[in-house]
């Protein structure tokens, strides 16, 4: 069979990296072992534009979320599915410190920090003493509906393999690859954590990142904003609520961390009016670097390989930004942004 492009793997990235080489009317074909704990499937879907406890500007975020809005919009008339929700996260201040830093940063970032007016409202459902500042416009995606909708449409049009790849089946040549009974142009790996095992990209600045978070049932929350306190909830799937995340860089196991279950229920307790049930606990090793910017682009010294990978939890907001520009990139030779482009390892990976 003869393709454009084979991606390995659909995560975020391997599904719109696909949809958008697939709308520039490419033949695609997506390898992909199903994941159920792969980190999109278990993300909490947000795209915050302001972040950390010093609230300092995510990177690109001007270009990236107006972007991600659009191509998620435009996905859910594709998969005539709800995907994504414009909403705000408010930050219940914990201290007096955690309020003064907030209204310092009003004037600096008022296109995305304001003042909450709307107090009273949460006293029926958090206990806090310090007031609240709200961040918005702020985006909530669905990812493992997203993926299982896009998973599904692959399937439909005959773009999916559903296996785990083998690079000891691949043959990499000055013209493509052959895989199988496939032969592509170029193969384009997306595969997560995964890529840190890539023969032809392991050396890469990748970093360890386990996250954790509880899926929980609380009767009675609304679901019209992300609150955080410490902690986020965030409306899930099912009338649920997610809450999270943790950010573990030494872990030695992907198994459920009981000190994590213990500080986030701890919290509740303290900052929740309503009655909860935990009813999962739920971890993913995110695709993060040491740079925390995304691979982007095609491997130095072979030309047919290349890599979309990297973007750890901010994926959500990244990806539809370099899937539509990377494809352009494939298809078109329009040049990618420098502080993306994997050619900035260049001298790490000839070796």
């Known amino acids: 069979m003869e393709v454009d492009y084979l991606i390995i793997g659909q995560g975020l990235a391997g599904t719109l990296l696909s949809r958008s080489l697939l709308n520039a009317g490419k033949k695609v074909i997506v390898v992909d072992e199903t994941n159920n704990a792969s980190a999109s499937r278990v993300a909490g879907g947000i795209v915050n534009p302001v972040t950390g406890k010093r609230l300092v500007r995510s990177w690109m975020i001007e270009e990236l979320l107006p972007f991600a809005l659009t191509m998620y919009r435009e996905l859910e008339q594709e ?4 995907l994504v929700q414009e909403c705000s996260i408010l930050d219940f201040y914990a201290t007096d410190g955690e309020r003064e830093i907030f209204n310092n940063k009003l004037e600096e970032e008022k296109d995305f920090l304001h003042l909450s007016a709307d107090g009273d409202k949460w006293q029926q459902y958090f206990r806090f003493n310090y007031g ?17 909708g896009w998973r599904n449409h692959l399937s439909e049009i005959g773009s ?3 296996h785990q790849f083998s690079w000891l089946d691949c043959e990499v040549t000055a013209t493509g690859i052959s895989y199988k009974d496939i032969h592509a142009q170029k193969i384009i790996c997306c595969e997560g954590v995964g890529g840190a095992q890539n023969p032809y990209f392991q050396m890469l600045p990748w970093s360890k ?6 899926i929980a049932s609380i009767p009675g929350l609304s679901r019209t904003h992300i609150v955080k306190q410490g902690i986020s909830i965030v409306p899930w799937q099912d009338g649920l609520f997610w809450i999270g995340a943790a950010h573990d860089w030494k872990f030695t196991d992907m198994e459920p961390t009981p000190a994590f279950r213990k500080k986030v229920e701890l919290q509740l307790d303290y900052w929740l009016k309503l009655p909860y049930t935990i009813v999962d606990h739920i971890v993913a090793q995110r695709p993060a670097n040491m740079e925390r910017k995304p691979f982007v682009g095609l491997h130095p010294v072979h030309d047919s390989i290349g890599i979309f990978n990297g973007m750890g939890g901010k994926g959500v907001s990244m990806c539809p930004w370099f899937a539509n520009e990377f494809a352009a990139h494939l298809v078109n030779g329009i040049p990618l ?3 993306a482009d994997v050619r900035r390892f260049e001298r790490i990976l000839k070796r």
């Open 79 to 82: 998969l005539t599915m709800s």
């Open 132 to 148: 609240i500042g709200e961040i918005a416009p702020c985006l909530l995606v669905d990812l493992r509906s997203l993926i299982i």
């Open 160 to 162: 999916l393999m559903e």
């Open 209 to 214: 990142d386990k996250g954790e978070a509880l």
């Open 337 to 339: 942004t420098p502080t």
